[in-house]
């Protein structure tokens, strides 16, 4: 298979560096060799390129970095400006839980994308509304096509990407309903133990209403464990379902929440992934602190210590 490629390639200067150099736009007409036609796993589907496809690309042509290739390479399948072209717009990572999925989900698969933090203010309105029809967070931009809503989000993915649900139809069927699960429900865990990744607190109380909520997800997890034989929820790989529960996580960690072992030790893999360390740390790193969410988490418990840095 033959196609055209437009690099712009950088000579060096006179003094030998690249910073200096000319830029000259090269033609080429290629066959692709085969590992290139061998798309690595997870593969974009479309024009969307994972950072392994940009890695390959970089090996097989080193001459073109990737610091070029935006401007530099159109072809179709690897290279092009839309593989650049998500902005994720999210919130304090402290706080939003919501922005935390699709964040997590973008950042475990390996596809690139651009953070758009916005903070939270007394009134979000305005602000939010610039980018999101709802004004709140998570919102992708896929050049002209906005998607709000965490889920709209994660099937928008999961039309351009693989991976972001499983494989497998019955773990696929689990890893949906158990998303929409929480996507609908477990209002009291919400309410009542909002996401603040850099504290702990003792509850006031522990009501009904919210262990019936750990309850239901201990048994959700347990089942996605059991069926499909971990470590994730739909089996081996991380998938849009362990997503959607990452936020669940740290506010496990936050209030002490207890569950069976099995689902206790499932917290700390999602904890120890690379992608919740960075939001983690960067969360601990926010100075800048909301007082409505503060206000909520002191209404339901004590705070035993506060991690954050500033
Ligand atoms: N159902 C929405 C929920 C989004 C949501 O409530 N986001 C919160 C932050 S975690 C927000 O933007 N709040 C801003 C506000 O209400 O002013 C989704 O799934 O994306």
Known sequence: MSMVLSLLHKNPGEDGSLANGQSVLHQITITLPQPLLQRPSPRAKGNHSTNAELNRFSQIYPESTLEHMPEAAYCNHFISKEVFVYQLYIANKNYSSWSLRPWLLLTELN????????????????????????????????????????????????????????????????????????????????????????????????????????????????????????????????????????????????????????????????LALPGMQSWYQAALNESWRDEGHEDEMRASGIVVSDLRLS
Not at 119 to 146: I, M, W, Y
Not at 234 to 252: E, K, L, T
């Open 111 to 270: 596809i690139p994308f651009t953070e758009q933090l916005q903070q939270f203010l007394p009134d979000n309105f305005a602000n939010f509304s610039r980018f999101s029809p709802t004004a709140k967070v998570p919102c992708l931009h896929d050049g002209e096509t906005v998607v709000w809503e965490s889920l709209a989000i994660v099937e928008y993915l999961a039309e351009r990407h693989e991976g972001v649900w499983p494989a497998d139809a019955k773990a696929r069927n689990y890893a949906r309903c158990a998303a929409s699960e929480m996507h609908a429900g477990f209002s009291a865990l919400r309410n009542i133990c909002g996401m603040n990744c850099g504290v702990r607190v003792k509850l006031h109380q522990y009501p009904a209403a919210l262990a019936k909520d750990v309850q239901r997800i201990d048994a959700l997890w347990q089942q996605g464990l059991t069926e499909f034989g971990g470590p994730f929820l739909a089996g081996n790989n991380f998938s849009a379902v362990d997503a959607f529960f990452a936020p669940v996580v740290f506010r496990i960690q936050s209030y002490g929440l207890e569950l069976s072992a099995p689902a206790m030790a499932y917290a700390k893999r999602i």
